[in-house]
């Protein structure tokens, strides 16, 4: 592990890079998973199986699960250590320009996560990178779910929510 990316509920997310290729990953890491409830779990899984049915050019890929009895490990593609919250904080504003082709590739991944009947259901600031060319990856699939699923509860992050 080279450096740390970021930090979620329940994970942490570090740079790793293959010593042979020298390509870079995004290594989200879950501990103690032993001692998580099912609703945690249930969210992991849901993120790995979502994940394994969305390829496309603005969703992070996810390359291998690696499990033992207190860790599971996501092996993703680096999608560049800048948010769009990072982004918008380091520049303060931006040119209608960029702004329309931050908004084109984040409406990109979402279609194409609605194309295979799949609703994120937190998409935030923070879970949409943007890399030095100013290509933007979705991350963070834990509270997606299926369209048409009953869903049973709400989630996201409160300062996000609709009232």
């Keep these: ?21 020298n390509k870079r990953f995004a290594v989200k890491t879950y501990t103690k998973i032993d001692e998580m409830d099912d609703y945690k779990f249930d969210n992991i899984y849901r993120e790995i199986n979502h994940l394994n049915q969305l390829s496309h050019e603005n969703i992070v890929n996810l390359f291998h699960v690696v499990k ?17 919250a990072g982004l918008l904080r380091k520049n303060n504003t931006l040119s209608e320009g960029k702004v329309k082709n931050i908004f084109k590739q984040i409406l990109e991944g979402i279609s194409h996560c609605h194309d295979h009947k799949i609703c994120h259901r937190d998409i935030k600031l923070e879970n949409i990178l943007i890399n030095g060319n100013g290509h933007v990856r979705l991350i963070d699939f834990g509270f997606s779910s299926k369209c048409g699923e009953k869903l049973k509860s709400y989630c996201g ?3 996000y929510m609709a009232p």
């Design 157 to 159: 992050t409160p300062p």
């Design 1 to 21: 592990m080279l450096s740390h990316l970021g930090r979620g509920s329940f994970s942490v997310v570090a740079l790793a890079v293959n010593r042979e290729s």
């Design 68 to 84: 033992d009895k207190r860790k599971l490990l996501l092996i993703m593609e680096d999608g560049g250590k800048l948010s769009l």
